[in-house]
């Protein structure tokens, strides 16, 4: 059964598709308060849930932290900075190959690869200090 299409799904998905960073729900939701003052967060939270459970959006889970939200459907690897939380594509040097031969009985629907450091300008901050913890 397909879902209707609502103005809020649309306005909510237009959202995502305008940044180009890796939003968290709050962050989306403020950006469509903008232009339809009167939607509450749980529309918006509830129109990304069915976004990316339908793969129009991905979903980056992101350990002791709010979910991002990428406009980029399909499964490609994140980067997490573990100091100042940034989380953005990352490109790999090829794709990761998933071969069901080298794990004969799972059946792989999805993946996700996040890689874990300090992004450009972190990087050149003093990195002996404790990687500041996400919130």
Known sequence: MSRRNT???????????AMSCHPTADEI????????????????????????????????????APDRFDRTACPH???LCLRCGQVCDFKLAHDPEIDPALNPGFVVLDYELV??????ECAGDDLS???RQLS
């Open 7 to 17: 103005i809020q799904r649309t306005l909510v998905k237009n959202a995502v598709m």
């Open 29 to 64: 939701y403020d950006e469509v308060l903008k232009k339809c003052p009167g939607i509450s967060k749980g529309t918006v939270y509830r129109n990304l849930n069915r976004l990316a459970d339908e793969g129009e959006i991905f979903r980056v889970a992101v350990a002791n």
């Open 77 to 79: 690897c994140h980067f």
């Open 115 to 120: 890689i874990n450091g300090y992004c450009s």
């Open 129 to 131: 200090a404790a990687p």
